[in-house]
């Protein structure tokens, strides 16, 4: 389909959606990984990754409500330059799903950093996708050594009036048990719902079993539940940002090179989240993508590629 033939943000009915994606991927060849490691935040986890292609290695961080599998699109591409590894995130996917510790941003941070460890790529290039990124963000400015580059694809992190709204009815009684109860009684419908593309003809009951499937059970639910009200809570982002802004009075720079790729258009995260970033970190360097969605790396590859390998790429 065109571009020019493309009503963007569009979705079809969950009834009409096909049970293969219209375009092929390779994530179903990739080599699955089970790693069972020890975490400070987390305790005895199951991990569950993804690896692919040779080279120094990539690091890839998906976002809340996605897994692993949202970078399928990418894998050829970035694989034919390095070894890719592409973990679902506890709480996420085929990985574990501890419900007693804290879902802290700096928790899950961390144990970002723990699992660069543990598979042996400490200080390797990264890319991090909504909520990824925002953490990948945290890391480094957590552990600067943790990454050597970093690309953050539409993230969150600044706070607004909805997250503030979001807590405000969380406190209600019952509605955090409300609101799981609507995203288990239908978890492929959900995620079919609340994942928005450019082109959202993209979209299969593949994608929608591999997104809620993790919904289907309570554990994925409640998990769920600890990434909304705990990794996107509005409170952290405001120590965030106070730090960033403290960096940039100082004169200092972001403590890694720093690429923000943003859509122009995105229902999900505000575009305008690019442009506070760009203003709060001068060393960053922001671009932004036409005809692409807050996963520019499913739906808009061809313009994602070109500025991520060359700043992957620069000395």
């Not at 450019?198 to 289907?216: F, I, P, Q, T, V």
């Not at 952290?236 to 972001?254: I, N, Q, S, Y």
Request: aromatic letters at 10%; charged letters at 25%.
């Amino acid at each position: 389909m065109s571009t020019t033939e493309i009503e963007p943000f569009r979705q079809g009915r969950f009834e009409d959606l096909p049970d293969a994606p219209r375009r092929p991927h390779v994530y179903f060849r990739t080599r699955a990984e089970e790693l069972d490691m020890e975490s400070l935040p987390f305790g005895r986890l199951r991990v569950h990754f993804r690896v692919h292609g040779e080279g120094p290695p990539l690091l890839l961080v998906h976002g809340l409500m996605t897994t692993s599998y949202s970078w399928r699109y990418v894998l050829p591409e970035l694989g034919r330059r390095y070894t890719l590894y592409v973990p679902d995130l506890p709480g996420a996917g085929r990985s574990g799903k501890p419900l007693e510790p804290s879902y802290h941003p700096d928790a899950m941070a961390d144990w970002i950093g723990e699992f660069q460890r543990a598979v042996g790529i400490r200080g390797c290039l990264a890319i991090g996708n909504s909520m990824g990124g925002y953490l990948c963000m945290r890391l480094a400015l957590r552990d600067p050594g943790a990454m050597s580059r970093l690309v953050n694809v539409h993230s969150p992190g600044v706070p607004e009036p909805r997250l503030l709204a979001l807590r405000v009815a969380f406190a209600i009684p019952g509605s955090r048990r409300l609101l799981l109860a609507l995203v288990h009684r239908d978890p492929l419908r959900w995620a079919h719902r609340n994942v928005h593309y450019w082109d959202e003809s993209l979209k299969s009951l593949e994608e929608a079993r591999e997104y809620g499937g993790a919904l289907a059970d309570r554990t994925g639910c409640l998990a769920f539940g600890k990434f909304l009200s705990e990794t996107l809570a509005a409170g952290p982002m405001k120590t965030f940002h106070r730090e960033l802004l403290a960096r940039r009075r100082d004169g200092l720079a972001f403590p890694i090179p720093l690429l923000l790729l943003y859509a122009r258009r995105d229902p999900m995260v505000p575009a305008r989240f690019g442009d506070v970033f760009a203003e709060r970190i001068p060393s960053a360097r922001l671009v932004r993508i036409d005809e692409a969605s807050h996963f520019a790396h499913v739906d808009g590859v061809e313009r994602f590629l070109p500025p991520v390998l060359e700043f992957l790429t620069a000395s």
